[in-house]
């Protein structure tokens, strides 16, 4: 087809490009973490997401297309419109923020999980798609799992690898975890002028890794009555180990200041 033409090559990015999708994740960075040192119980979706958005704005994004904030149950999806409503959080249940934008032409897609707090979450009550209320502990053993998939993923990302091979890492680490069933099939995407480019990381895709590749890495554990926990990482592939753009921690704690490196580097 006439649009491989264009997309085939758009997979590689010469240094040029690392660099200004390095400059994009670090505005992300500067979004997400806003968001996180404004939450707490009691703030609202809409809140968290006109923080970070605001943030990354003030740190050189051309524009910010989504920062969905999720809570509770809602973490069950990874779309939903509004992006961000007037629930307010509640102790001890899961909330992830997804940054989506652009600084220079180049996108960044960003996202992180938290737990807010160590008390009971609310589940049916408080407006989600699904009931239950969600004990800290089993999100804790979520949130490890998630983690582990998405290192084990990285530790096999290189050139020559392909994403049959990266689904079968992630699926079998989610096993050993006992969540292998609520893995989700996509497993990431690569990133560029696009927010999602080739190649796409999910069952059936033949493909391999190339070097000079930059790809989103966001493996998705979602338990029904539960839950769900996601962790997205920028990387480039490289022929050692990738190099990782983005550096908001994989677990970040809420109200809490990280010191991150200037976008403008």
Known sequence: PADDLVTRPRRIKDPAEVELLAQAARVADVGLQAALEVTRPGISEQQLSAAGTAAALAAGADF???????????????????????????????LFYDIIGARLGYQFDVLRTVITGDGDGAGSESGGPAGGRPRVAELRRL????????????????????????????????????????????????????????????????????AGMVLCIEPAIRVPGLGGFSIEEEIVVEDGEPRVLTQTPRLPEVGRSIQHPSSEE
């Open 64 to 94: 910010v297309r989504y920062f969905r904030v999720h809570s509770s149950a809602w973490t069950m999806l990874s779309f939903r419109w509004p992006q961000a409503t007037a629930r307010r959080l509640r102790e001890g249940e899961p």
């Open 143 to 210: 949130a490890d799992a998630t983690v582990a998939c998405l290192e084990a993923v990285l530790a096999r990302c290189r050139p020559g690898v392909t994403v049959a091979e990266l689904i079968a890492v992630a699926r079998d680490t989610a096993d050993r975890h006992g969540f292998g069933r609520y893995l989700a099939p996509l497993l990431g995407h690569g990133i560029g002028l696009e927010t999602v480019e080739e190649p796409l990381l999910m069952p059936g895709v033949d493909d391999r890794l190339e």
